[in-house]
């Protein structure tokens, strides 16, 4: 089993319209749980960062953490065509931090 | 958020030649930098994990005597491709770990390098 999953995607939402990105990891003694976007030919940026169980809102992004399932998620509202990008789910292992290899959205105009 | 400054953006130069990358945090200290290579269309691979005042421990199949890596102190690494060839083409991306911010790793803007 890979460290930190995501399905690869392209994920086509209609702008307005809620984009649900999602991520397993195996290592179940992970703490620290990131999302980061990155942009064809950009570096990634972070954009949310979680740590306990639940949802953690910030603007039209909302991440959730469930750890009895090994599982966390991004949610974005309203998407916008500028939402379209690559978001990779990263998850700490000790002192480093492993990414899954990415979900490429694209928001539909 | 935090700023890791990486430097140049775009480099080209002739094979056989070397290539130093620099990744500075500007305003924080990191004592764990990292560096990661992506190819077109696909995912980041860390290359190396650098330490402030230590060696640098690479990924399996990175060779450290081709890609060196100096953290000579607490805002800085360089990575130096030595005797580039035209495979190394590639993004190189550095990243740098805040550890008064839970350990957030904060992005350089990343470095196309281009080998003739």
């Known amino acids: 089993q890979k460290e930190v999953e995501q399905n690869s995607g392209p994920l086509s939402v209609p702008e307005g319209a809620i984009a649900s990105l999602n991520c397993t990891y195996s290592?179940?003694?992970?703490?620290?749980f990131f999302w980061y976007r990155q942009y064809s030919g950009k570096s990634p940026e972070l954009i949310m960062s979680i740590y306990s169980n639940g949802d953690k809102e910030d603007g039209r992004f909302t991440a959730q953490l469930n750890k009895a399932s090994q599982y966390v998620s991004l949610l974005i509202r309203d998407s916008q065509p500028s939402d379209s990008a690559t978001y990779l789910c990263?998850?700490?292992?000790?002192?480093?931090?492993?990414f899954g290899k990415g979900t490429r959205l694209h928001i539909l105009p | 958020g935090a700023v890791v400054s990486q430097h140049p953006s775009w480099v080209i130069c002739k094979s056989g030649t070397s290539v130093k990358i620099e990744c500075r945090s500007l305003d924080f200290q990191a004592t764990t930098m990292f560096w990661y290579r992506q190819f077109p269309k696909q995912s980041l691979m860390l290359m190396a994990t650098?330490?402030?005042?230590?060696?640098?421990?690479?990924e399996q199949g990175v060779e450290k005597d081709k890609f060196l890596i100096n953290h000579a102190s607490l805002t800085l690494s360089t990575l130096t491709v030595t005797s580039a060839h035209p495979e190394d083409s590639s993004f190189y991306i550095c990243s740098a770990r805040d550890q008064e911010a839970k350990n957030i790793q904060y992005f350089g803007a990343g470095t196309r390098l281009s080998v003739l």
């Open positions: 650098s330490n402030e005042g230590s060696k640098a421990t690479y």
């Open positions: 290592d179940r003694v992970s703490q620290s």
């Open positions: 990263a998850v700490n292992r000790g002192d480093k931090i492993i």
